[in-house]
């Protein structure tokens, strides 16, 4: 119940700081910074309960008595549709990551958006309302509505109050994400049909693990969900949405973007495509790597060719998010608790990334990198800050990314070794272009007459939490991963048992 009223209160946040804005400009502000903060202090309360309770045992799948969290009530009892929400470790680490971000969000736009303050503050909490949803229901029509929920008042965002180009790019960022979507409305719905045979439909999650599918409509099902959910990562070559969305969208939205909505695909393959189709997600794993490796590569070559700040950021995610996808199709636990801490690591880095360009932008009034050049000299804090996160964004060691990346590499190279050095050339190309950014718009000479205000206390202080946030992931990375490995060691039996059990079910019917 607890998860549900979570969902209501950011939703009830967003009118009230829609209303707010009667008060004053600062009214939206300060409503969203307080609502996300007792929503962040509510979750890292259920965190710090989370071991002495259940976090340090194995959490299965198809068991909700193993969550930290469940809670089902009927909605559409008709069609076997409930309320339905539940909470592990590795959603209770995205919890707290949504969360986070959002307040940073909230702080990179508090000078940047003076046109109706409050209707954006509420498209902001309404968007992170959608995520916490799609991060905890398991009802897969409930999870369904919050998957397209959240991309409302994300177009939104970037139409209204993104860049010069911004109908075109929200447009296609709807279309992209919509078009998914309705794959996998429809996979679902099959499913469940299937599922269902000649007993009562259901769309529970618990209920529909374990479905015997023929193998040749599992294989297209699974497509159908892994379709959906690489558009969101987004994965390569259906990644063409990202670059466009992020370099029109305003400060805050790139936050969001890039920190949390890329994670929501990432989730999605990690607790639906991978446990609901065992057998084919492991035919498909060869292809998925490939993309992932692909990704890689692609996204840090394209990264090196831009002369537009946010544009190179917007392609290394999609080189970034392809070790998520290598580490999930792995099928081992480092490549499993990789893909988790590359999901938590990214979304830190490159929200400071996207922060650092839009307050370039806001004061210089360009994202054109040739343009700048000297940056360091005029505004020393906001040099070092932008030399801290590329660091962390090329694997230093000492860093949450290196970590990350670490265990991709090893669980990845444990299936596949060629494939695990193809991806190390990633590493190479991540170096290149995030220092190549840094020598750019922040060394040699400013040009004449050049000014720029540096970062103030309160940009300071959201980028000290940020590093302090990589620093820990770096160096002390064993709670996120205490967190997640619970789930993780309930999902890897499963996902043989299931899968064997589909393949000797193929064979006895073929």
Known sequence: ??????????????????????????????????????????????????????????????????????WRAPWVPRFGIALEFALDGVSLVLLVLTLLLGLVAVASGWREIEDRPGFFHANLLWTLAGVVGVFTALDLVLFFLFWEVMLVPMYLLIAIWG???????????????????????????????????????????????????????????????????????????????????????????????AGILLKTGAYGLLRFCLP?????????????????????????VLAFAQTDFKRLVAYSSVSHMGFVLLGLYAFNALGLQGAVMQMVTHGVSTAALFMLAGALQHRLHTRDMGQMGGLWVLAPRMGACAMFFALASLGLPGLGNFVAEFLVFFGVFAVAPWLAVAAALGMVGAAVYALWLVQRAFHGEPAAGQVLADFDRREMATMYAMMAALLWLGLYP??????AQPAIDGLLPWLGDAAAMSLAVSAETG
């Open 276 to 300: 609901l189709f065992p057998a084919a997600s492991q035919d498909f794993a060869p292809i998925a790597m490939a993309l992932g490796v692909a990704g890689i590569l692609y996204g840090a």
């Open 478 to 483: 064993q709670p996120v991963l205490d967190l």
């Open 163 to 257: 860049h010069e180009d911004r109908a075109r790019a929200a447009m296609k960022f709807f279309i992209f994400t919509q078009a998914s979507g309705l794959l996998l409305l429809f996979a679902v719905v099959v499913l469940a049909w299937q599922a269902a045979g000649t007993g009562p439909i259901s769309f529970s999650y618990f209920d529909l693990l374990g479905v015997t599918l023929e193998p040749r409509l599992g294989f297209w099902l699974m497509l159908g969900f892994f379709a959906a959910f690489v558009v969101k990562l987004p994965g390569f070559p259906l990644h063409s949405w990202l670059p466009d969305a992020h370099t029109q969208a305003p400060t805050a939205g790139s936050v969001l973007l």
């Open 1 to 70: 119940m607890s998860l549900f009223l979570l969902v209501l209160f950011l939703l009830a946040a967003g009118a009230g700081a829609w209303f707010a804005e009667r008060l004053g400009p600062q009214g939206p502000r300060w409503t969203a910074l307080l609502a996300l903060a007792f929503a962040l202090a509510f979750v890292l309360g259920i965190a710090a309960a989370a071991p002495a309770a259940k976090g340090l045992l194995a959490s299965s799948p198809a068991d909700p008595a193993t969550w930290l969290l469940h």
